[in-house]
């Protein structure tokens, strides 16, 4: 089994969720002590040692995101384009590409609940190397994202060139493109893979900004548009829960630690 890093983003909402649930992480999935834990954080809204006060992890690595001079601003309009989601989304490819020094990094959700099963990692998963292991998922929005994904390689010699643009085109006036694909609430990644995502990202944008403000989605698709290995497996059936409210969080974290004081 490849050995890998744990990689959590925090501004100041999803440090509080972050302290929340780790005690979760930290009880019922404590193999994840056992490899080194990288955290970066928003350095306008979080301070070093507020991650410190929010996580004992025993091998964890801090860093400041983004970098100093570096600003996002919307680029669509709605939740998907707001400038904190995609600056943070962004972390996850940058981040990782300069700092990982394991294999695979793992992507842990601060909305993600460690239920139990501690054991939950196949090494069957990696037999061939893929690019990406995580949930699968079934619709990508906004609708035009894969279409503005390939208007964006086509821009790219060694994209345009060597590989074929993926043409998934939304039924019309829905609000979402159906296809088979991955949500990374809980997911591995491949660190070679993901240096290469962050250097086709700079060919043709600002530098540290991705061609969409979506991390598993731009992951997706230059592993499917390359042809790398992508893994589905339900995380749910590994002992995690993922939730959308901070309310159903903390209700979901209050029930697994109860359980485990009794």
């Known amino acids: 089994m490849p050995d890998y890093t744990l990689v959590c983003g925090v501004d100041t909402k999803h440090l509080r969720q972050l302290a929340w649930?780790?005690?979760t992480w930290r009880l019922n999935k404590p193999s994840l002590l056992k490899h080194p834990m990288l955290v970066f954080y928003d350095r306008h809204q979080v301070y070093k040692e507020q991650v410190k006060e929010a996580v004992d992890h025993p091998n964890l690595q801090i860093?400041?995101?983004?970098p100093a001079g570096v600003s996002y601003e919307r680029i669509m309009e709605g939740k998907f384009g707001c400038p904190q989601r995609y600056k943070m989304l962004a972390g996850f490819?940058?981040?990782p590409a300069?700092?990982?020094q394991t294999k695979y990094w793992l992507k842990l959700d601060t909305d993600t609940v460690a239920t139990g099963q501690d054991d939950w990692i196949d090494e069957e998963w990696f037999v061939d190397d893929p690019a990406i292991v995580a949930q699968p998922w079934s619709f990508t929005k906004p609708p035009d994202?894969?279409?503005k994904l390939d208007k964006w390689a086509s821009t790219i010699p060694c994209l345009s060139i060597e590989s074929e643009p993926l043409n998934l085109i939304p039924k019309e006036r829905s609000d979402r493109l159906g296809h088979k694909r991955i949500i990374s609430w809980c997911g591995f990644f491949n660190t070679e893979f993901t240096k290469e995502c962050a250097g086709l990202a700079d060919l043709n944008t600002y530098l540290f900004q991705l061609p969409v403000p979506s991390q598993d989605g731009f992951h997706f698709y230059l592993a499917k548009r390359l042809g790398y290995g992508i893994v589905r497996k339900h995380m749910k059936d590994r002992g995690w829960e993922h939730w959308g409210t901070e309310w159903n969080i903390r209700q979901s974290v209050e029930k697994v630690l109860s359980l485990c004081n009794e």
């Open 21 to 23: 649930v780790w005690p």
């Open 98 to 100: 300069e700092f990982v």
């Open 145 to 147: 994202q894969m279409l």
């Open 63 to 66: 860093r400041p995101w983004p």
């Open 93 to 95: 490819v940058y981040i």
